[in-house]
């Protein structure tokens, strides 16, 4: 039996509930590729999952591996694949109730799977997919925002937030983007139009009207932004629900939860933006034993960038 080292929930809780073992590498099916995992993106979903906050939504059987993002090499594929061969380097993100790339291999489905940057080295690549594909598909599949709006985006420093910031400026959006202090000088460095310390003013009183609100906060920040909005304008959140239809109406504006899927088309649109330089993720990377730092540094909720696992050098 071939075995491989993962990371491993036995039972919900803390960074602390996570353990390295030795566990049976998967197999791929006939429509999946089996990747040696060189970088793993963490996301929030990862310490919420591991938390047992979405057990409403998604059915885990204990234990279990986390991670959604990866990056590496392809090692096998199966049987009905003819897009990929042993050896492709890929990045995506697992999109089945049950996560499992912080290990040495996972397997993923070969229609989900994208050709990584050139010019990424696999752990920035590794931060890409799905941090990439919520701020893309929140600003342009719901959104629909266009050359010449002002769009407003919260949390703007962090995974989803920097990536949203640089895909509204390439399209030509007038961009406002908050953070603390700290990320202020960041966020013009990836091109923000307008940037708001929150920690020292409200927000409302800088950013003026707006076209589209991302909000990746939820919460009060979600209802002191509606009223920016312009009439018919529309404020996308990536933490449903979105605010009932009796508030859209009070507003006269619009409002959308969305959630993340893989989308090959748009993580190759997304590749060729990064290797032409008009997109850059900002990464900060912890070797594969630090798991437990890794997880904490990306639950504390102030992350420049996105943090990175790195599994394999
Ligand atoms: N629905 C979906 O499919 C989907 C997909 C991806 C993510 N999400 C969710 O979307 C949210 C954002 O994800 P993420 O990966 O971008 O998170 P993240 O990387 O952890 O976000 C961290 C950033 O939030 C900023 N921040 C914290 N409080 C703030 C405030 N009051 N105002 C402005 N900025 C603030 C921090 O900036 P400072 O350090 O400067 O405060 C930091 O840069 C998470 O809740 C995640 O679970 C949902």
Known sequence: MATMKAIRVHAY????????????????????LLVRVHAAGINPVDWKVREGHLQDFLKLE???????DLSGVVEKTGGAVEEFQPGDQVFTFRNTATPGTFAEYAVVKAAEAAIKPDSLNHSQSAAVPVAALTAWQSLFDVAGLRSGQRVLIHAAAGGVGHFAVQFGCWIGAHVI????AANLDFLEQIGAHQVIDYTAVRFEEEAGEVDVVLDLLSGETRERSLPLLRKNGILVTTLPPEPPAEVQAKYQVRAAAMLVRPDRLQLGEIARLIDSGKVRPTVQSYPFAEFQQALRQSQNGHTRGKVVLVIRN
């Open 13 to 32: 809780g803390g960074a602390e509930k996570m353990i390295m073992e030795e566990v049976e590498r998967p197999v791929a099916a006939e429509d999946e």
């Open 62 to 68: 204990l234990p279990y591996t986390p991670g959604y």
């Open 177 to 180: 983007a908050t953070a603390s």
